[in-house]
């Protein structure tokens, strides 16, 4: 099997006029699925993720997105041999392997694997709006039909339909849970992601949440899924699509929100970084230096529309702190003007200069369908004693009588069980996503689908298959 072969560690030389480029290719087994990993030891750059990988018959192509890296090819025999194209150039190149197994290959126990006891299918979206298509996949039981039907809603980031971070898939495990237990689930690599077509970078919240509404439109023309009851699960960002899709359609009957923001992103960034510089165990000096520089960024972000205007002044407001800066000062200093530098095109993107100031709130208050609000208790990037109750305010002004918010010890971010909720420990937790989690989203949904139950042969279906599932 072509796969098996292509797992360990590859050799290849990219021979440039001015000098050799030396490249290692880390593939490695990640459920059903091959990962991987380039390093670039001639940049000083390692672990650089393939996000892409594709073969056919002999024929491989994987990709590395984030610095224009694709590769199209053969294997034989432990050889590779094909073509780089990166930024727009090709040059001829032969892999050879030196390692059977790499040492970035990961543990993931709940990545599911083949074969599964429910259907999956590969479908596309159309946006004709946008002129875009969604390319997700729609998983749903066998045998029976399900009592509901979600749509899963990604965090921020521009995510393929398995929300992979770190090898982690969290959506992949959420939906093989589900599909297990009679929901159906419909996921998709977002907009410009992947293998959908359209603009990541400067799609907006309405954007989003048009592309959720129609997932949710998808599932109701779908004979499977036309009579479930539907849904959308948000995490993170995905909680803020959410949030807004449900108020633009009437079709969307329940929403759970995982980890969302319940304040606006000014507020969750400037706590988010608090929480991050103190448990890097900074001096009170570099503490104070960053998060005056990010607050500093967000006011100019704010108040200037113009994108080169925000650089501009950016640079100028670190020009005058520099200036009497020493030491350790000095390198914070230079350190944070790098890293919001590198990260200014996310930074005044259309989502981004909107996520500072959108409260949820604001649309929480005309909400009346039944929530199920998440968070962890170890969450650093949206802390829940943050945003908790600003959710909780918010639907009791809406009068919703139908919500359930619950907080969780140890749960970080990704709702992995975790000793401290860093960032740091993401890829270090085998746990993908908490599987009490799990039950707690199924009962949920189930709960609430049952209720929507208006014929006397639904009500006898689903206690047949609940009892069944007892007995068994």
Sequence with gaps: MIENSLIGVWNGTIFLPTMPILLLAHFFLNGDDMAGYLDVPTQQAYKIRIDIFENKTNKIVFNATSIEFSFYGTENNSILNGKVTSF???????????????????????????????????????????NLKLSGTFTYPK???????????????????????????????????????????????????????????????????????LGVEYLKRRKETSEANLGLIGHSKGGLTSIIASNRSNLIQFIVLLGSPGVPGENILYEQSKL???????S?????????????????????????????????????????????????????LTSI?????????????????????????HTHIPVLGIWGNNDNQVPAYQNFEPIKNALQIAKNRNYKLLTFDKLNHLFQNSRTGSVDEYEKIEETFSNEILQVLKDWIIKKSIGKIDSFYDFFRFIFYYLFKILI
């Design 276 to 282: 991050i510089l103190k448990s890097q165990n900074v």
């Design 143 to 213: 045998n029976r039909r399900p009592v509901a039907a979600v749509v899963l809603c990604h965090g921020s980031g521009g995510h393929d339909r398995d929300q992979t971070v770190f090898d982690h898939k969290p959506f992949k495990v959420i939906a093989d849970y589900l599909s297990r237990n009679n929901i159906a689930v419909l996921r998709y690599d977002e907009r410009g992601i992947r293998k959908s077509t359209g603009d990541f970078l400067n799609a907006t919240d309405i954007n989003f949440a048009e592309d959720a509404i």
């Design 88 to 130: 727009s150039k090709k040059f001829p190149i032969q892999f050879v392997k030196v390692q059977n197994e790499s040492n970035y290959a990961v543990r993931r126990p709940q990545t599911p694997k083949k074969p599964y006891n429910y259907f999956e299918e590969e479908v596309q979206i159309e946006n004709k709006k946008a």
């Design 341 to 365: 530098l590198t990260r200014l095109k996310e930074l005044t993107s259309p989502w981004f200069r909107n996520f500072l100031v959108f409260n949820p709130a604001s649309v929480l208050v």
């Design 284 to 336: 009170s000096s570099t503490f104070e230096i960053n998060l005056q520089a990010s607050n500093i960024t967000y006011q100019i972000i704010k108040n200037e529309k113009n994108n080169s205007l925000v650089r501009l002044k950016i640079e100028d407001y670190f020009r005058t702190q520099l200036i009497n800066a020493t030491g350790q000062n000095k390198t914070d200093l230079e350190n944070a």
